[in-house]
Each structure stands twice: as structure tokens, then as C-alpha cells.
């Protein structure tokens, strides 16, 4: 169905992501590696992850009126 020599050759490749998980498909780019994927992306899970960097979530919320402060 392909002209022969214009389309890119297609192999198997292992897409690795940071938690471990390992999806093989056929790419032209071959193996290699993702942060986020579906088994661990908050969306496909269920489950929020927040990286908090220097307060700036706190911050955030505080400044929008998300949560009150905190009284000891």
C-alpha cells in the first residue's frame, strides 16, 4: 500500500515512565522515557499528588481565600 523508501521504518519500542511502568507499542522514534503516564497520571487514578515547592500551594490558597490560617 506504501510507496517504498518515503515512509519512516517503524520498530518496537519500550515507553518507560518515571513510576515503573513499561508500555510497549511500535514507534519510528524507538525506546524511551516519560515522567507521567496513564498508571500514574492523578486523572486515570483518582489519587492527587501536589509537590508542594517552597509553600507556594499555601501560598496560593491563602491568597485566594482556599483556607483560612491556621490558629494555634
Do not use: N
Not at 11 to 25: F, L, N, P, R, Y
Not at 52 to 67: E, P
Request: hydrophobic fraction near 30%.
Amino acid at each position: 500500500m506504501s510507496k517504498p523508501g518515503i515512509h519512516p521504518s517503524y520498530t518496537m519500542a519500550k515507553i518507560t515512565c518515571a513510576c515503573g511502568h513499561v508500555h510497549e507499542t511500535a514507534s519510528t522514534r524507538g525506546s524511551f522515557s516519560v515522567e507521567i503516564c496513564s498508571a500514574c497520571h492523578p486523572f486515570y487514578t483518582g489519587k492527587q499528588k501536589l509537590v508542594d515547592t517552597a509553600g507556594r500551594i499555601d501560598r496560593f490558597q491563602r491568597k485566594y481565600g482556599r483556607i483560612t490560617a491556621k490558629t494555634e
